[in-house]
C-alpha cells in the first residue's frame, strides 16, 4: 500500500497525488490518501474529488502503521529535538523540487511525505495523470464554465494567470516572491510574436479586481470569473492553446495539462524569490 499526505492547496495536492499514483502503479499495489491535514484547517481545503481519480482514503490504523506514532509524547520529543523513530515504510522528501531517484527504490509499502514538485515522478505516467486530473461531469454543466470553454475552444486561446492573494503577505514575499506587470508585457509580446493568427487572452486569478485595472492595455481579453471551483478554472486553463504562467503550482499544472502539441508555455526564470537559483521542473518551456 503506498500512503500519500495529502496538504497545502489544489497544485500541491496534484502534485502529491500524482507521484503516490505513478509508484503505486507501477508496484501493482493500492493507494490510499491521508486528508487529516485538512481538519484543522481554515485557509485551504481538500479540493482533488472535483477531479476523476480513484479517491480512497486510509484509515487512522494505516497511517499510523506506515507513517508512525504521532501521539503528544513524541510530539512533544520532536519540539525539544529529541529523536522520535519512524518506520522504514515512512519517506520524507529530502530537498523540495529535486528529484530523489530512491523514492522508487523504497518498497511496496510506503508513506509519502513531501511536495513532490517535479514532473519526472510522473512524466512516464502521463496518460493516466491527464484522466485523472479531468474535471468531473457534475462540474462541467455549468453555464457559465461552458460559455468559457467554448470561446477558449473556438479562439487561439492564451491562459495567463496571476496569482496573488497569500502570496502578498511579508513571509510569503519573502520566499515566493511574484510576477510583476513587467513580466507579462514581455509575455504577452512574445506570444503575439510567435503566434500567427490574433489571440484572446483568457485571465485567471485570485485577485480579478487587479487584474481589471492593470490589463488596460490589452484589448483582446476576457476575465475569467464565477467559477463554481478552482478545479473549472484549471480545466479552462489547460484547455487553451497556450499558456502563460506565474510562479504557483496550481499555474504549472494547467500548462502541463495543456495536451496541444504545438503550445507555447512561457514561465518566470524566478520560481523562489528564498531559492533564486532553483525552480521547480519546467521542461523546455520559456522562461522570462
Given at each position: 500500500m503506498i500512503i500519500s499526505k495529502i496538504t497545502g492547496g489544489m497544485?500541491?495536492?496534484?502534485?502529491?497525488?500524482?507521484?503516490?499514483?505513478?509508484?503505486?502503479?507501477?508496484?501493482?499495489?493500492?493507494?490510499k490518501l491521508d486528508i487529516d491535514f485538512y481538519k484543522q484547517q481554515n485557509l485551504r481545503k481538500y479540493e482533488l474529488s472535483?477531479?476523476?481519480?480513484?479517491?480512497?482514503?486510509?484509515?487512522?490504523?494505516?497511517?499510523?502503521?506506515?507513517?508512525?506514532n504521532e501521539n503528544l509524547w513524541n510530539k512533544i520529543k520532536k519540539k525539544v529535538g529529541f529523536f522520535v523513530h519512524k518506520p522504514d515504510s515512512y519517506y520524507i522528501e529530502k530537498k523540495s523540487a529535486l528529484y530523489d531517484k530512491n523514492i522508487k527504490k523504497s518498497g511496496k509499502e510506503l508513506y509519502l511525505d513531501g511536495y513532490w514538485q517535479n514532473s519526472r515522478y510522473f512524466d512516464n505516467n502521463r496518460e493516466c495523470i491527464l484522466h485523472s486530473f479531468s474535471l468531473k461531469e457534475a462540474h462541467s454543466n455549468d453555464i457559465c464554465f461552458k460559455n468559457n470553454l467554448h470561446q477558449i475552444l473556438e479562439s487561439e486561446s492564451?491562459?495567463?494567470?496571476?496569482?496573488?492573494?497569500?502570496?502578498?503577505?511579508?513571509?510569503?514575499?519573502?520566499?515566493?516572491?511574484?510576477?510583476?506587470?513587467?513580466?507579462?508585457k514581455q509575455?504577452?509580446?512574445?506570444?503575439?510574436?510567435?503566434?500567427?493568427?490574433?489571440?484572446?487572452?483568457?485571465?485567471?486569478?485570485?485577485?480579478?479586481?487587479?487584474?481589471?485595472?492593470?490589463?488596460?492595455?490589452?484589448?483582446?481579453?476576457?476575465?475569467?470569473?464565477?467559477?463554481v471551483n478552482p478545479a473549472c478554472d484549471l480545466e479552462l486553463m489547460k484547455n487553451c492553446k497556450h499558456n502563460i504562467i506565474s510562479n504557483s503550482t496550481f499555474s504549472w499544472w494547467g500548462a502541463w495539462l495543456n495536451d496541444f502539441d504545438d503550445k507555447i508555455v512561457i514561465a518566470p526564470k524566478v520560481w523562489w524569490a528564498s531559492r533564486p537559483g532553483e525552480t521547480i521542473a519546467l521542461d523546455d518551456w520559456i522562461k522570462m
Open positions: 497544485g500541491n495536492q496534484m502534485f502529491q497525488y500524482a507521484c503516490a499514483k505513478t509508484i503505486s502503479i507501477e508496484n501493482n499495489v493500492e493507494l472535483s477531479f476523476q481519480i480513484r479517491e480512497e482514503m486510509a484509515s487512522k490504523r494505516e497511517i499510523v502503521n506506515l507513517s508512525g492564451v491562459a495567463l494567470h496571476v496569482r496573488r492573494g497569500d502570496y502578498l503577505l511579508n513571509r510569503n514575499q519573502k520566499h515566493h516572491g511574484g510576477c510583476d506587470l513587467d513580466y507579462y509575455a504577452i509580446l512574445y506570444i503575439k510574436d510567435s503566434v500567427k493568427n490574433d489571440c484572446m487572452f483568457f485571465i485567471f486569478s485570485d485577485d480579478i479586481f487587479w487584474c481589471q485595472e492593470n490589463f488596460d492595455f490589452l484589448d483582446n481579453k476576457i476575465f475569467i470569473t464565477g467559477a
